[in-house]
C-alpha cells in the first residue's frame, strides 16, 4: 500500500462498513414482520457467531501469539462484547419502550460524540478542526434522518438515560476496540470473540427475562435474521480493520453514516417517501464525509 492510498484505507473499509449496516438495518424491518426485536437480535447475533466460527480454520494458520497476550486480548474482546451489542442492546430496547423511536433513535445518533470524546480522552488522538466540523455534520445529519416527526412527551427526563446509555457504550467501544487491536492486529479473532461474548450475553438475557416468550420466528423471519448477522458479521470484521488502521476520530462518524444507506435502498424498494428533511439530512452527511475523508 503506496503512503498516499494509505490514509484513505480506513476511511474506505469504514464507508463499506456503513453500507453493510445500512443494508442490514433494512433487512431486519423484514424480519421483523415476523418476530419481535429481542428474537431477531438473537438470532442474529447467533448467526454472526456461527460464521465465525465457519471461518475461523482459514484464519487459524496465520495465529502466532504467546498464550499469555492470547489471553488478555480474549478477554479485553469478551468485555466488550459483553457490553456492545449484549447491554447497549438492552439500553436500546428500554430507551425505545420508555420514549418512542424517534426520541431514542435521536439520541442513539450521538454515539460518534462519545467515541471522540473518548478517543482524546484514552489515546491521545488529536483530530484536526475539518475532522471535528465534519463529524459534527454526520452527527447532525443522521439525527434529521432518524426523526420521525412528532414525538409523545408521555415520559420521565431520566428516560433518556437509556438512549443516552446505549449510545456511550456504542461510542465508547470504539476506542476500546482501538485499543485492543493496538496490542494485537487481530481483527477478525476480535470479532469472534466479542460476538459470542455478544450471544451468551443475549442468551442469557432471554432465558432470565423471557422464558416463556421466546419462539421461532418461521423460516421467513428466520432468513432475514440470518441474511441480518451475516452482513452484520463483515460489517464488523471491516469495521476492526479500519479502527486498527485509522483513528476513531475518523472512523467512528463515518460507520455512523449507515442510515444513510439504509433510506437509500429503502427508497429504491419504495419502503421510505422522500421529503425534505431527508434530502437536508443526506445532504449534510455527504458534506461531513466529505470532511473527513479530505482532512
Same mark, same amino acid.
Given at each position: 500500500?503506496?503512503?498516499?492510498?494509505?490514509?484513505?484505507?480506513?476511511?474506505?473499509?469504514?464507508? %463499506?462498513?456503513?453500507?453493510?449496516?445500512?443494508?442490514?438495518? =433494512?433487512?431486519?424491518?423484514?424480519?421483523?414482520?415476523?418476530?419481535?426485536?429481542?428474537?431477531? #437480535?438473537?438470532?442474529?447475533?447467533?448467526?454472526?457467531?456461527?460464521?465465525?466460527?465457519?471461518?475461523?480454520?482459514?484464519?487459524?494458520?496465520?495465529?502466532?501469539?504467546?498464550?499469555?497476550?492470547?489471553? @488478555?486480548?480474549?478477554?479485553?474482546?469478551?468485555?466488550?462484547?459483553?457490553?456492545?451489542?449484549? %447491554?447497549?442492546?438492552? =439500553?436500546?430496547?428500554? +430507551?425505545?419502550?420508555?420514549?418512542?423511536?424517534?426520541?431514542?433513535?435521536?439520541?442513539?445518533?450521538?454515539?460518534?460524540?462519545?467515541? %471522540?470524546?473518548?478517543?482524546?480522552?484514552?489515546?491521545? @488522538?488529536?483530530?484536526?478542526?475539518?475532522?471535528?466540523?465534519?463529524? #459534527?455534520?454526520?452527527?447532525?445529519?443522521?439525527?434529521?434522518?432518524?426523526?420521525?416527526?412528532?414525538?409523545?412527551?408521555?415520559?420521565? =427526563?431520566?428516560?433518556?438515560?437509556?438512549?443516552?446509555?446505549?449510545?456511550?457504550?456504542?461510542?465508547? %467501544?470504539?476506542?476500546?476496540?482501538?485499543? +485492543?487491536?493496538?496490542?494485537?492486529?487481530?481483527?477478525?479473532?476480535? #470479532?469472534?470473540?466479542?460476538?459470542?461474548?455478544?450471544?451468551?450475553?443475549?442468551?442469557?438475557? @432471554?432465558?432470565?427475562?423471557?422464558?416463556?416468550?421466546?419462539?421461532?420466528?418461521?423460516?421467513?423471519?428466520?432468513?432475514?435474521?440470518?441474511?441480518?448477522?451475516?452482513?452484520?458479521?463483515?460489517?464488523?470484521?471491516?469495521?476492526?480493520?479500519?479502527?486498527?488502521?485509522?483513528?476513531?476520530?475518523?472512523?467512528?462518524?463515518?460507520?455512523?453514516?449507515?442510515?444513510?444507506?439504509?433510506?437509500?435502498?429503502?427508497?429504491? =424498494?419504495?419502503? @421510505?417517501?422522500?421529503?425534505?428533511?431527508?434530502?437536508?439530512?443526506?445532504?449534510?452527511?455527504?458534506?461531513?464525509?466529505?470532511?473527513?475523508?479530505?482532512?
Amino acid at each position: 500500500m503506496t503512503a498516499s492510498a494509505a490514509p484513505l484505507y480506513p476511511i474506505v473499509m469504514a464507508l %463499506i462498513t456503513a453500507f453493510l449496516f445500512g443494508i442490514s438495518s =433494512l433487512v431486519v424491518q423484514f424480519g421483523l414482520r415476523h418476530a419481535d426485536a429481542r428474537t431477531g #437480535a438473537l438470532y442474529s447475533i447467533g448467526t454472526t457467531a456461527a460464521m465465525y466460527w465457519l471461518m475461523l480454520p482459514f484464519f487459524l494458520p496465520g495465529m502466532t501469539w504467546s498464550l499469555s497476550s492470547l489471553k @488478555e486480548f480474549v478477554a479485553w474482546f469478551a468485555m466488550i462484547g459483553v457490553f456492545t451489542p449484549g %447491554i447497549s442492546l438492552m =439500553l436500546a430496547f428500554e +430507551g425505545n419502550r420508555l420514549l418512542g423511536p424517534t426520541i431514542s433513535s435521536t439520541l442513539a445518533s450521538t454515539a460518534p460524540v462519545f467515541a %471522540i470524546t473518548s478517543a482524546i480522552l484514552i489515546l491521545g @488522538e488529536r483530530p484536526p478542526p475539518m475532522v471535528l466540523l465534519g463529524a #459534527a455534520g454526520v452527527v447532525m445529519g443522521v439525527v434529521l434522518l432518524s426523526w420521525r416527526g412528532r414525538a409523545s412527551r408521555d415520559w420521565r =427526563l431520566w428516560a433518556i438515560l437509556f438512549p443516552l446509555g446505549a449510545a456511550f457504550l456504542r461510542g465508547g %467501544i470504539h476506542t476500546g476496540t482501538r485499543y +485492543g487491536l493496538m496490542g494485537m492486529s487481530a481483527p477478525f479473532l476480535a #470479532a469472534l470473540v466479542s460476538f459470542n461474548a455478544a450471544f451468551l450475553t443475549a442468551a442469557l438475557r @432471554e432465558r432470565v427475562l423471557r422464558p416463556q416468550s421466546f419462539r421461532f420466528p418461521g423460516w421467513p423471519g428466520f432468513r432475514m435474521f440470518a441474511l441480518t448477522g451475516v452482513l452484520n458479521g463483515v460489517a464488523l470484521i471491516l469495521m476492526n480493520i479500519s479502527l486498527m488502521t485509522g483513528q476513531v476520530s475518523v472512523v467512528s462518524p463515518l460507520v455512523s453514516t449507515f442510515p444513510l444507506f439504509t433510506f437509500f435502498f429503502s427508497m429504491v =424498494l419504495r419502503v @421510505e417517501r422522500l421529503n425534505w428533511r431527508m434530502i437536508v439530512g443526506m445532504m449534510v452527511v455527504v458534506m461531513g464525509v466529505a470532511a473527513i475523508s479530505a482532512r
